[in-house]
């Protein structure tokens, strides 16, 4: 695996003046140390010396998998937030179709925006076995993570937006009788 290509659309932080980090407490689980090797072997993450990481812990999902969190909470408290379309205003354009079709995420998305160069080191994490690395795509977990991914979404969508409306990692593709090709183009 490689980084994704340079987009017009890139991660990056507003963050408030005189925001201080404060080490966070480790809790860990075997199964990050699997996921920062194969995150760092594809080359999204990068190692760190740093000292100043979010510690990451996992929540086990619905269909019994784990799903890494990193604990940005102080990052996070100290972004200023970004601004994305109600979920209601998309259902509204579309309440005068037959929705066909509502199952798209598109979570693993996420890692395929780069992140800007100066946020690159606001992104560290360490695992269990002590090990410091920063993400260089953007991760789950911060803030402004999915407003930035639907800028995305809704940038590449751009041509579909008549039968097809997007939310964050969602999209609701939507059409009147028998136009199911919209919907089947669109995925």
């Avoid at 017009?8 to 963050?15: I, P, Q, T």
């Avoid at 966070?24 to 920062?36: G, M, R, T």
């Avoid at 994305?84 to 066909?100: C, D, H, N, Q, S």
Wanted: aromatic share 12%.
């Amino acid at each position: 695996m490689v980084l994704p290509p340079a987009r017009s659309v890139r991660h990056d932080f507003d963050l408030v003046l005189g925001t201080k980090y404060c080490p966070l407490p480790k809790e860990q689980y075997d199964v990050i140390d699997a996921f920062s090797r194969t995150n760092h072997e594809a080359g999204l993450a990068r190692e760190s010396k740093s000292p100043l990481a979010r510690p990451t812990f996992c929540v086990r999902i619905p269909n019994g998998k784990w799903r890494i969190v990193h604990a940005f909470n102080k990052l996070n408290a100290a972004t200023i937030p970004a601004q994305t379309p109600f979920l209601e205003r998309i259902f509204y354009r579309t309440k005068w179709y037959v929705v066909r079709c509502i199952a798209l995420n598109l979570v693993a998305g996420y890692y395929a925006l780069l992140v800007g160069a100066s946020a690159i080191s606001l992104k560290k994490a360490r695992t269990r076995s002590g090990m410091y690395w920063m993400w260089l795509v953007m991760p789950q977990g911060l803030t402004n993570a999915p407003v930035t991914f639907n800028y995305l979404v809704t940038q590449l969508f751009q041509p579909h937006r008549t039968y097809a409306q997007t939310y964050v990692d969602d999209i609701f593709a939507h059409s009147t009788g028998g136009l199911m090709w919209r919907i089947t183009s669109t995925i």
